[in-house]
DNA sequence: TAGGCCATCTGGTCCT
DNA sequence: AGGACCAGATGGCCTA
């Protein structure tokens, strides 16, 4: 296995917080030489980019997690969660705007379609009323 | 300790 | 050709 000095830059770009000494460094740079160069420096730029769009996607999340009320307000939410929540809370929305009536309990269907029972926000807005 | 969640890498596909 | 997007694989971390 050999190292570039891209893919150095790379991990020191990437790792810098685990705080390597010079004698770490040394060692990585011994080792930098290695055949088929251009195709790992595109996979380490492809790699690059992929991390980049991760972050976008879950700043993307973050902004979307703050738009949605919880209990606490900073309850840690994981990503599939966020999605389904804010699926409801647009729906409770959408029922609070139809009915023009905010102080209004709003009804969801249930899974079976016979019942309706009191929607997710609504809930949680008469829990702390009381 | 098992299961859930996540970040990262990777290869494939599609688009410009 | 190069970049964006996606899904599968993998390994680490955390919690019940």
Redesign the pocket.
Known sequence: MGLYPWELN?IMD?YTSYQMNEETWEQLRSVTQAPNAPAQK?????????????????MA?NTLRHLIPTEPADR???????LRLAGSYITHLDNQLYTGDMEQPCLKKSDTVYKTSLCTFCWSTLKKKK
């Open positions: 790379f990437t595109q996979r380490c730029q492809a790699n690059a980019r992929e991390r980049d769009r991760t972050q976008n996607v879950n999340f840690k939410l994981s990503k599939i969660e966020i």
